[in-house]
């Protein structure tokens, strides 16, 4: 199996993240307000907390964006409301030629949209696509929808623009944000979707990062008290995304040590793992028997977590030893009874080693 996982910062890289988005701290909160769980509400003047607002120019500095906005409802809503605003109803969508993440095809659905599917790993096939139809915007899924995909970001941004410069193109950064180098605004896409709960961050929380006249659209159209994102949340959106950058840096150093242990024939019934990014970056071990279930539930015993919370959440510390994601299944129904995945979270090689060799073991 060919596999092309994304580059994953270095904890040298990663430091210097978290260092960047401290001095962006710096420079919009006196000291005395970061030590508060600040405001609630819709403020006279800006219709939302003052903290939040202060919160989102953080951010919108941090990622060298024109203006950032914090909304309720995850990733999954980040991306829907950016639909909403870039595309709109019943227009049409270029997406890759592989299986939708299954909340944004909800999305998609209920907006009305229309797909057009090219394959983004062969940009001569997206210039055909994109020069053969009308085309109302794009979604670009950072991290891998197929285990073959091996199409880069910025190389793909820069294309489409050489290609067509106007046209909405919205990335889905959950999973690779403050893992890789940059999300999609940074190499020229229009709107960038993240949840920040899995940046160890309160649960609920999406970001919409980019083109400030679609953003403050949005933010015009959130006018419910309801809808705001608090104070003391968008406060603990910056404590997790502070930390994140290192602890997944720190996974993904764990992740490489597992598999060459793997692949070194430390555990019985473990015939090889690949580094994937399903939709995390983990480890996917290809098993000698057809027995992946089996395999799941006895690592739970021995301290694996049965399922995952929000993808490296910070309520997920222990290892999550589980099978392979909802996209990789569709593109390949077998691999659910060959294959599982690993994600270290924030276990080191020892630990998930053990756990393997007992669950292995007890089987």
């Known amino acids: 199996m060919k596999e092309f996982p994304l580059k994953s910062l270095s904890i040298e890289e990663a430091m210097e993240l978290q260092f960047k988005l401290v001095d962006s701290i710096t420079n919009h909160f006196p000291g005395d307000e970061i030590l508060t769980r600040g405001d609630l509400g819709v403020v006279k003047g800006l219709n939302q907390p003052k903290t939040t607002n202060k919160v989102e120019k953080v951010l919108a500095d941090f990622f060298n964006a024109e203006a950032t906005m914090l909304v309720r409802g995850s990733g999954t809503n980040a991306i829907r409301l950016a639909l909403h605003t870039a595309i709109g109803t019943g227009n049409t969508l270029l997406v890759h030629n592989a299986p939708v993440y299954p909340t944004t095809q909800v999305s998609i659905n209920m907006l009305g949209i229309n797909l057009l599917h090219a394959d983004f790993n062969d940009l001569n096939h997206v210039t055909k696509i994109i020069n053969e139809n009308k085309i109302d915007g794009i979604l670009i899924q950072v991290t891998r929808q197929k285990i073959d995909d091996s199409y ?15 046209v909405p193109i919205i990335t889905d950064d959950n999973y690779s944000a403050l893992k890789t180098e940059g999300i999609g605004t940074q190499f020229g896409g229009t709107l960038a979707c993240f949840s920040t709960f899995k940046l160890l961050g309160p649960e609920g929380i999406g970001c919409i990062v980019g083109e400030k006249t679609a953003i403050e659209h949005l933010k015009t159209e959130n006018y419910s008290g309801g809808g705001q994102v608090q104070g003391h949340e968008s406060i603990d959106v910056l404590r997790g995304m502070i930390y994140a950058p290192v602890s997944f840096a720190i996974s993904a150093k764990v992740g490489e040590e597992v598999r060459n242990r793997i692949n070194n024939h430390e555990v019985d019934g473990m015939e090889e793992a690949f580094i994937v990014n399903a939709q995390s970056k983990v480890i996917v071990v290809k098993l000698t028997e057809p027995i992946a279930k089996k395999v799941i539930e006895a690592a739970t015993k021995f301290g694996g977590l049965p399922n995952p919370v929000g993808a490296e959440s910070k309520y997920e510390f222990s290892p ?19 294959m599982i995945r690993i994600n ?14 007992k669950a292995m073991g007890s089987i």
């Not at 970001?153 to 106007?166: A, F, P, Q, W, Y």
Request: cysteine-free; overall charge negative.
């Open 320 to 338: 999550l030893i589980y099978r392979i994601s909802g996209t990789f299944r569709e593109a390949d129904p077998n691999a659910e009874n060959t």
């Open 344 to 357: 270290p979270n924030r276990a080191g090689s020892e630990t998930i080693i053990s756990i393997l060799k």
């Open 152 to 166: 880069d970001l910025s190389t793909l941004i820069s294309h489409i623009r050489s290609l067509d410069e106007r």
